[in-house]
């Protein structure tokens, strides 16, 4: 069994930047993809950027440019860097992980956090 924890949430002014967290214990060894969602209420879990062991990267066209993911293995942990940001990034901030890049990009990793709350006020 896998457990992700987010950290590094919090309240934020338009323009701000915020670095997430996400630490994984457990069977880590079949963790080769993270990445990092979000959901605003009334919304969809909407995909924002994933990694893999290799360092390979794939972001959503709404965040490239102003996100950047990256993980330390020795650590465990994938961050999610935020930078420029804007109200409606506002939303719960989820990390995903799974063996398979696919799955993680599909929205259907084996393992969820329990999400971090990202508030950006104008």
């Known amino acids: 069994q896998v457990q992700l924890v987010e950290s590094g949430g919090g309240a934020v002014q338009d323009g701000g930047s915020l670095r997430l967290s996400c630490a994984a214990s457990?069977?880590?060894?079949?963790?080769?993809?993270m990445g990092w969602y979000r959901q605003a209420p009334g919304k969809q879990r909407e995909f924002l950027a994933a990694i893999i062991s290799g360092g390979t990267t794939n972001y959503a066209d709404s965040v490239k440019g102003r996100f950047t993911i990256s993980r330390d293995n020795a650590k465990n942990t994938v961050y999610l860097q935020m930078n420029s940001l804007k109200p409606e990034d506002t939303a719960v901030y989820y990390c995903?992980?799974?063996?398979?890049?696919?799955?993680?990009?599909?929205?259907?990793?084996?393992?969820w956090g329990q999400g971090t709350q990202v508030t950006v006020s104008s």
């Open positions: 457990g069977s880590i060894l079949s963790l080769n993809a």
């Open positions: 995903a992980a799974d063996n398979s890049i696919f799955k993680v990009l599909a929205r259907a990793p084996n393992y």
